[in-house]
């Protein structure tokens, strides 16, 4: 048999059309839907009377426009139209008969983190979402990308997607990190190398020791900015330590059915021999606590640097880099370290898991945010909230001058009232820094949670390893 | 969904790379749950100041460019979320071809399920559709799915490659999900083996 890529493999097991163009029909094992992309669609449905095809597939969490502020049980702190959007997912959940968390439940959270904490994210799936996050599973070793609403309409009503086969590309990390360093630093890395258009057309393997030694969190780290980099999906091999973590939760099975699934999720790595289209080679040691400078993720460098002069660039890039220096009041040569910040954002589905809060508290620990500085942690998920009041992190947050939230995706997006002001300037564990994300005209700077803590603390982009005993 | 044959309108410059979703139509008018009525929004930030007036030198401001119908762009368009707000906006504004040298998977996908092209060329073609385009509302450009060409102003004819399925259904304006139900014998067998392979998925 010929030998395979991971991705392959999963592709293989979800095929269930082929025409004769190319044109292939792929299965969905599980379909998350939010507020924002999911009302036309289901819309839609109603329009031409078609029913939701897997209902028991299909699990809805609000998280996108739900305040996050402690007082969100009073309707009065949403606006009307994120109102009507989230009773709109209520009522939509209920008429189509679809697993649900509502805004009440202490399940609900970032739809991402929902998913792998309840155990609906499995090794070997496909996972889609109305949102292009959903790189996030990749890292179980499902393949999991965003879609658009019409395709979330054609899932609900087939449980299949329209599909042509992506590439294979592979990104090795060898070594090890070094202190400091995490897996934020090393997706922000790959970026920084292929660019936000590297991986366009291509599912991505990370692999190499580095993935490895990651833990689920920081593997979801990695993959959830797959996206970022242009690639479809970003997949790691399943192993012990993926295992471990399905082990007990509410939607994985149990029992003979445990046995079976792992037998079958050991059968899920690439093959020795198989053809990558694309290979993509990083060192561990090599990769430095790093921010973004511009308004593309692509913009990254390590925080010992400066800004870059745009007469560097070549091609669009040299208009595109002036621009984002304007947009980001930043001039070349500037030391990033000396970039002083307003605002401090710990969260979303890239960095709101319980390490990343374990991170950021080690560094807060016995600390205080500088003065003046607003500094939020909005954890991804009831569950990570409750587990970090448990683990006593919630206090230190508290006790740095930090506002410790209710779970949303908040400042990520800013479609909540979680927003920079304009020129404002805010250190974000988020993966996005382009123009507006967080606010017309706020200025983002993308960093790890441990490095936002150290600048919630000086006050401006901190190398966190200064801090580090 | 509205078809997509040939198309001679206006094209508006945008030399610029990366114009990402959060740009084409930002977040807060996302909070919608009609498909309609976001063509006012497009580029909102680029094309309105804060106090809602029309900032004169962003191209779909410009007497010339208010009625295009085509927007010819740099490298990556289109990147970020995954937003169908995004194409819904343009084609609300009335722009039905979007020409660059590359385009975020996502976005690409979505544009065709919206009776929008979404064409891709190489560098050198893009810039001289970008030097026509800049020459103004009387520099109309053709665009053919049926023969697969974009023809400038002045006559210059370049082809462009479509998929073959995404080609037919844009032509002919046809509904993804009537096609695929049409293989629901496929799904239920698929379901039926899947249910003794991989009975906890």
Known sequence: MTARTLYDKIWDDHLVDEAADGTCLLYIDRHLVHEVTSPQAFEGLRMTGRAVRAPEKTIAVPDHNVPTTLDRANAATMTEDSRIQVAALDKNAKDFGIQYYPVSDVRQGIVHIVGPEQGWTLPGMTVVCGDSHTATHGAFGSLAHGIGTSEVEHVLATQTLIQRKAKNMKVEITGSLRPGVTAKDITLSVIGETGTAGGTGYVIEYCGQAIRELSMEGRMTVCNMAIEGGARAGLIAPDEKTYAYCMGRPHAPKGAAWEAAVAYWKTLFSDEGAHWDKVVTLKGEDIAPVVTWGTSPEDVLPITGVVPNPADFTGGKVDAVQRSLDYMGLKPGQKLSDIAIDTVFIGSCTNGRIEDLRAAAAILKGKKKKDGIRAMVVPGSGLVRAQAEEEGLAQIFIDAGFEWRLAGCSMCLAMNPDQLAPGERCAATSNRNFEGRQGRGGRTHLLSPAMAAAAAITGRLTDVREMMV | ?201
């Open chain 2, 1 to 201: 969904m509205q078809k997509f044959t040939t198309l001679t309108g206006i094209a508006a410059p945008m030399p610029l790379v990366n114009i990402d979703t959060d740009m084409i139509i930002p977040k807060q008018f996302l909070k919608t749950i009609a498909r309609t009525g976001l063509g006012k929004n497009l580029f909102d930030e680029m094309r309105y100041n804060l106090d809602g007036t029309e900032i004169a030198d962003f191209v779909l401001n410009q007497p010339a460019y208010r009625k295009a119908e085509i927007i010819i762009a740099g490298d990556n368009f289109g990147c970020g979320s995954s937003r169908e707000h995004a194409p819904w906006a343009l084609l609300d504004f009335g722009i039905r071809c979007v020409v660059a040298t590359s385009f975020a998977d996502i976005f690409y996908n979505n544009c065709f399920k919206n009776g929008i092209l979404p064409v891709v060329m190489p560098q050198e073609v893009v810039e001289v559709l970008m030097a026509d385009a800049k020459r103004g509302e009387n520099a109309r450009q053709t665009v053919d799915l049926v023969a697969q060409t974009v023809t400038t102003s002045d006559g210059q004819t370049f082809p462009f490659e479509v998929d073959a399925h995404r080609k037919h259904c844009l032509l002919n304006g046809l509904d993804d999900i009537g096609l695929t139900l049409e293989k629901a014998t496929a799904i239920d067998s698929f379901e039926k083996k899947n249910a003794v392979s991989r009975p906890w998925a």
